[in-house]
């Protein structure tokens, strides 16, 4: 069967099993998008190409599967560089087709030229510049397989227009070595020997804490994850791209550990004789000042991702290997032992670990000032929200209060910028998430900052009729960094304040198709959200005044001792 | 410029431990020595020497011999990391003790009718070569360890070195004599 290149291109993500993608056309990609007028996949047209990145991130994060999206040459690829660069940071598999100018035109400055996988070197898990048509077929498979194994992340295929246009033979792979990827070689098993000596040091420890990371959700752990936590014992913090990998309502759960972590869970790592890390990174901002992170903690780090392991702290027991299977291959040596009991008696350890929990819960002043309070608005959208609620943020102080007050008790129901911290990511990230699950209620929890740099994307939520709804927690500044300025800049504001009615977001709301509320008193929000639930033929944004001087606690500073770990002022004068 | 001078410099100056050699089988692809110098900027890791060829005959693969300076990175996180570039096939680290080799450098030094004899006396006493010869100037060639090629560069600045070209190192392992 004879096809174009662009048709090929087509034919092979529909064999990938792709059923929906994000894009924007434009000159060099011309050629590819003519095929998707026939094509079973749903394509989204997107209003910036940046959305369309974070719309297959929100998407691959709930469903699992790889998001795809597609953009023309030159400006539209640099447009989807901060997804790739958020996508790589937190091991989301995204697959992106840039177009590309004719072969003979490379190199020329040809309009709309950018050499888009030199861009991409550094924030891609690999990225090709097709040069033969026939190449088409197997390098969207090997795109695929590479983006969606070991540890996920995004790829990059640059298709010039030439090619796209060049006749071609169709033919689909059908094993991986045609894929002709010599030098990937994923690990998957942990090391068996390795695995006995972790369970040895599990079972001579007096202080163990599950540190548990984004990489149990990868790897699809978390009822293994649950099966080892309640065969131990063991106490467990999930990391901020955790969230939802072990229930908070679970008895063992400690909550979110770092900056503005739980202080509980930050003490208790602190506090350890034991770190069982399983799908994490000793992020700088989980460790604090990372030669004084748990200082007398003996470490097992379980990690799909070899170069992990002794990175920033060296392990005890280093297993390179999926979480799943490692945590099963643990539980089968603990099984294997028969009778003699796992783990000492935890008991003293969570006495003291009870003693913390009921000194320092997350605490805000409910009162003051009269003002509605962000963390309230959090806690009466989660109550009022369904079980399987998807919670979707942006990056800053709202973030960080949806993180603490969201209960998250199911794996895959909370989209957030983690590593990358890229301000605007919930407003797209939440449409490709509804699109992913359009069975489940889509709550993106924004700031007013965030929401401004990628606002526009409802109107493509609007057209496709995808009915997300955007809390805004407007406290008219760019929240996080007036929070540092008053803290560590002797409250001297620079360049952070916004406005609480310029734009008008309900107007705003509306002129893009979506339902608009407003909630200036504290009376107005459980109302406002009421309302906001009972919609669900088109996105809603509900704009909550929130007072502009709430402050996000606890807070480790940057570069402080975990020791050194902040409360709110109201909880350390109690304390002392 | 006496044989007792040159004696005087040592032959085999002791392998710094800072360095690091790596042998990186690479897929021969547009774009691969850019991914590998990309990776080492990136992640702060410094390298001494690089050299490239291709290393069969249909040219699908290139070795790449990287001199690492070890003290910016350990060597392990050197090697997870290159491991991760899907176009690196598979990485050898040679220690200095354990492995042979070789560089070369092409030197011009600008010479009257005095300095002419010296310099072609130092290139024979080293065992080099004169590779272009002009009015006022001579194109020198030398083969050998590095500390050798560290040696005559050395010697050589006793002259007018107009231009001075290393390839940086190439290295295999050590056979083992049994």
């Known amino acids: 069967m004879q096809l174009t290149g662009a048709q090929a291109l087509i034919k092979s993500l529909e064999m990938q099993g792709v059923d929906v993608m994000f894009g924007l056309p434009g000159g060099a990609i011309l050629p590819v998008y003519d095929p998707i007028i026939d094509s079973s996949i749903r394509h989204i047209l997107v209003r910036h190409e940046q959305g369309a990145g974070h719309m297959a991130e929100g998407y691959a994060m709930v469903t699992g599967k790889p998001g795809v999206a597609m953009v023309t040459s030159g400006p539209g690829a640099t447009n989807i560089v901060t997804p790739l660069a958020n996508a790589y940071m937190d091991s989301t598999p995204l697959i992106v087709i840039s177009g590309q100018v004719a072969t003979g035109s490379i190199g020329t400055d040809a309009f709309q030229e950018c050499d888009i996988t030199g861009v991409t070197m550094g924030i891609t898990k690999h990225n090709w510049l097709i040069k033969e048509v026939q190449d088409i077929p197997r390098v969207v498979a090997a795109a695929f397989h590479v983006a969606t194994t070991g540890r996920p992340g995004p790829v990059l295929i640059d298709l010039p227009k030439d090619i796209a246009n060049a006749p071609m033979e169709w033919y689909w792979p059908t094993s991986v070595e045609e894929l002709d990827l010599p030098g990937y070689h994923p690990v998957t098993d942990g090391d068996p020997v390795l695995v006995a000596q972790a369970a040895d040091l599990i079972g001579a420890a007096h202080r163990p804490v599950l540190y548990v990371g984004g990489g149990v959700l990868k790897a699809r752990a978390a009822e293994a994850l649950r099966a080892l936590a309640e065969r131990t014992g063991i106490p467990v913090v999930t990391t901020l791209m955790a969230r939802g990998a072990f229930p908070d309502s679970h008895p063992q759960a400690l909550g979110m550990p770092g900056m503005h972590g739980h202080y509980t869970a930050v003490t208790a790592l602190q506090r350890s004789d034991l770190l069982i890390s399983l799908g994490a990174r000793f992020d700088d901002r989980v460790t604090g000042k990372i030669s004084a992170f748990a200082p007398e903690a003996k470490i097992i780090h379980v990690d799909i991702d070899p170069a992990e392991l002794g990175k920033v702290r060296r392990p005890d027991v280093g297993i390179a290997g999926d979480c799943r299977l490692v945590i099963e291959e643990l539980l089968t040596a603990m099984t294997a032992r028969g009778d003699a009991p796992v783990v000492r008696d935890l008991a003293p350890w969570w006495a003291q670990i009870h003693q913390w929990q009921e000194k320092f819960p997350l605490y805000y002043d409910h009162a003051e000032g009269g003002a509605i309070k962000p963390q309230n608005v959090v806690e009466q959208l989660r109550d009022a929200a369904p079980e399987d609620c998807i919670v979707v943020g942006g990056v800053g102080q709202h973030q960080m209060w949806a993180s603490q007050y969201w209960e998250f008790n199911h794996p895959y129901t909370w989209v957030n910028s983690g590593g990358a911290g890229t301000m605007g990511f919930a407003v797209p990230a939440s449409i490709g998430a509804k699109v992913g699950r359009p069975d489940r209620t889509v709550w993106a929890i924004d700031g007013d900052g965030c929401f401004q740099m990628t606002a526009q994307e409802l109107v493509t939520a609007t057209a496709e009729q995808i009915p997300v709804k955007i809390a805004i927690l407007n406290n008219a500044y760019l929240g996080m960094v007036r929070q540092w300025q008053e803290m560590f800049y002797g409250e001297r504001y620079s360049e952070v304040y916004l406005s609480p009615d310029l734009p008008d977001y309900v107007k705003w709301a509306e002129a893009m198709g979506c339902v608009g509320i407003r909630a200036e008193t504290p009376e107005d929000v459980g109302p406002a959200i009421e309302k906001a639930n009972s919609i669900d033929d088109r996105p809603v944004v509900v704009d909550f005044r929130t007072d502009a001087f709430e402050k996000v606690f606890p807070m480790v500073a940057a570069g402080q001792s975990n020791d050194d770990i902040v409360v709110h002022p109201d909880q350390a004068a109690r304390a002392r | ?178």
């Open chain 2, 1 to 178: 410029m006496t044989p007792a001078h040159l004696a005087a410099v040592p032959d085999e100056k002791a392998a710094s431990p800072r360095h690091h050699i790596l042998s990186v089988l690479v897929e021969n692809k547009a774009g691969v020595l850019s991914r590998v110098a990309g990776l080492f900027s990136r992640r702060g890791f410094n390298i001494y020497s690089l050299a490239v060829a291709p290393t069969d005959e249909d040219e699908h693969f290139s070795r790449i011999t990287i001199v690492v300076d070890v003290e910016t990175a350990p060597l392990e996180q050197v090697i997870m990391q290159l491991d991760k570039l899907v176009n690196v096939v598979s990485i050898g680290e040679l220690s200095p003790a354990e492995a042979v080799e070789r560089e070369l450098v092409l030197a011009t030094v600008a010479v009257g009718p005095t300095e002419r004899s010296q310099v072609i006396q130092l290139v024979g006493v080293f065992g080099g070569e004169v590779v272009s010869v002009g009015a006022d100037r001579l194109t020198v060639m030398l083969a050998g360890r590095p500390e050798k090629i560290d040696d005559f560069e050395g010697l050589l600045e006793h002259y007018t070195v107009v231009e001075l070209q290393r390839t940086g190192r190439v290295a295999l392992p050590k056979l083992d004599r049994h």
